[in-house]
């Protein structure tokens, strides 16, 4: 595929997700959503067209063309079971955004999302056959911000030192969970499938504990050689589960922990409240089993945000600077020394020190449109290797990543999706009483806001906000239940107290 040809199909693609996201339903909403739903695998095609793993899968045409026609098949037939249950769309999504596959080719493995690949595709050909749903006033600056975020960053494909990387970007994570958005953001979501959704989360995250578990009492990893190598060289075992990294597997664990324990914050049914009990001890047992750091002070970050919502947040707030500076004490007077070099920092950090200077510093050489999107890896070796010693240059701080990538014109749409996105989030939820919000909503609404600042911790250390498919789950959920009107009547209320528990 030519470059013009690959450029513009990309901005097509980011146009078409982007008008998805304003449209009403209709047929023009429709048609960009297949488009955009049908150009992301074949830019991804014509973009690898002479990568060796391509060239393999062209040369066994038989075994290329019987998978194609065998993923078509499952996508229709998942559509028209969408269509008939429309409640396992958004339960399909939110139970496959853990799996990947390991697609190996040539000797190189590439852990993709196909099976929320699929679930996606099918849930857009279904939407198109099903009826629009009812109207209901969505927060527009969400969607605005979103919109102009993923148009922003194809464009900046264009000229970014690693076209190639940038094109991935948009096609293995933007496109795709854009449309994941528009199906979920669209639903209902009342007390019944939030209830569905919490156990199905709650099923998983036990599932893998105990798959953690038996890696654990073995010391064995199924998968990920650099995390086997790097288990030889210390006292501790850290274990993956399905996972291919053991800070994303911590980061799932520690966000299924704050949802569950924003749920058992306001729970009324005792039985209810003893199951979640037991499934916060078993997904905590599972978290400490990965000793990611990361997913603990994230864990800490969402449990401040529900203990905020629950008691008092200027006594959270208070506790939470203490907590920060007395932690900055231990880490500062660590060994007695109280002596904290750059160089020593970095080491500490696994080389993350020298990523987040050198991110700096190519910040500052591009200031206004950055090295282009998903060129932060080539643009530090081209530029900053030889004076930056890291054992990685894969960027582990997301507001780094944007501003070297995106320059201060990425960094602007940035930060303002974040602060759109928690005051939609957020809106109302101190101020809740009786004639506002029905309490499963306000639960909801508590648990998506802790999890959503969670994981935007958990991105200062690790990165991944925007290829996190929990990330566009928490901001559609958050946007549906925002639209919720004030002291409209719970179509699904029950004389019981259980559904209470969601």
């Not at 297949?34 to 014509?46: E, K, M, R």
């Not at 399905?242 to 039985?271: C, H, K, Q, S």
Request: positive net charge; aromatic residues 12%.
């Amino acid at each position: 595929m030519s470059a013009f040809l690959s450029g513009a199909g990309l901005v097509i693609a980011a146009v078409c997700a982007a008008a998805s996201i304003l449209l009403a339903a209709g047929r023009l909403r429709s048609a960009a959503m297949l488009t955009a739903l049908v150009l992301f695998p074949v830019l991804i095609l014509g973009d690898q067209w002479h990568n060796h793993q391509i060239v393999e899968l062209r040369h066994h045409e038989a075994k290329a063309a019987v998978a194609l026609v065998a993923g078509v098949i499952l996508v229709v037939a998942l559509a028209w079971v969408f269509r008939r249950r429309p409640v396992l769309m958004p339960l399909a999504i939110i139970g496959m955004l853990p799996f990947r596959i390991p697609l190996e080719s040539g000797g190189e493995t590439a852990n993709l999302l196909v099976p929320l690949y699929v679930v996606i595709g099918a849930g857009v050909l279904a939407s198109i056959f099903l009826p629009p749903p009812a109207e209901k006033r969505h927060p527009r600056w969400v969607a605005k911000t979103l919109a102009i975020f993923i148009v922003l960053y194809a464009l900046q494909a264009l000229y970014s030192e690693d076209y190639s990387k940038g094109l991935q970007e948009v096609c293995f994570f933007l496109v795709p969970f854009t449309l994941a958005y528009i199906l979920l953001r669209e639903l209902p979501w009342d007390r019944r499938l939030l209830t569905w959704a919490l156990a199905l989360v709650a099923v998983e995250a036990a599932a893998f504990v105990l798959i953690g578990s038996v890696e654990y009492a073995g010391r064995s990893l199924f998968w990920n050689e650099a995390v086997i190598r790097s288990n030889e060289f210390h006292t501790y075992f850290r274990v993956n589960s399905i996972f291919w990294d053991p800070n994303i597997y911590g980061r799932y664990l520690a966000l299924v922990l704050v949802v569950l324990t924003a749920v058992v914050m306001w729970v009324r049914e005792r039985r209810a409240f003893w199951l979640l009990s037991g499934a916060i001890l078993i997904v905590f047992l599972g978290l400490a089993q990965t000793f990611s750091q990361s997913s603990f002070i994230a864990l800490l970050a969402g449990l401040a945000v529900v203990a905020a919502l629950r008691w008092s947040w200027r006594w959270t707030l208070g506790l939470v600077v203490v907590g920060i500076i007395g932690a900055a004490v231990v880490v500062l007077f660590v060994g007695g020394s109280g002596k904290v070099t750059w160089d020593k920092l970095n080491v500490d950090t696994s080389g993350r020190s020298h990523l987040i200077s050198g991110g700096a510093e190519l910040f500052s050489e591009r200031p206004l449109w950055g090295y282009g999107s998903g060129s932060f890896q080539q643009a530090y070796t081209n530029h900053l290797e030889t004076k930056k010693k890291a054992p990685v240059t894969i960027s582990h701080t997301e507001p780094i990543t944007v501003g070297a990538e995106q320059g201060l014109i990425g960094l602007a749409a940035y930060l303002a999706l974040i602060v759109v996105s928690l005051w939609t989030m957020a809106a109302g939820l101190w101020a809740r009483g009786p004639d506002r919000d029905p309490m499963y909503v306000f639960i909801a609404r508590a648990a998506v806001l802790a999890a959503f600042v969670a994981l935007l911790v958990h991105t200062l250390a690790y990165a991944g906000f925007f290829q996190d498919p929990i990330t566009w789950v928490l901001m559609a959920i958050g946007a549906s239940l925002a639209a919720v009107r004030t002291g409209a009547p719970d179509r699904t209320a029950r004389a019981t107290t259980v559904p209470d528990a969601a």
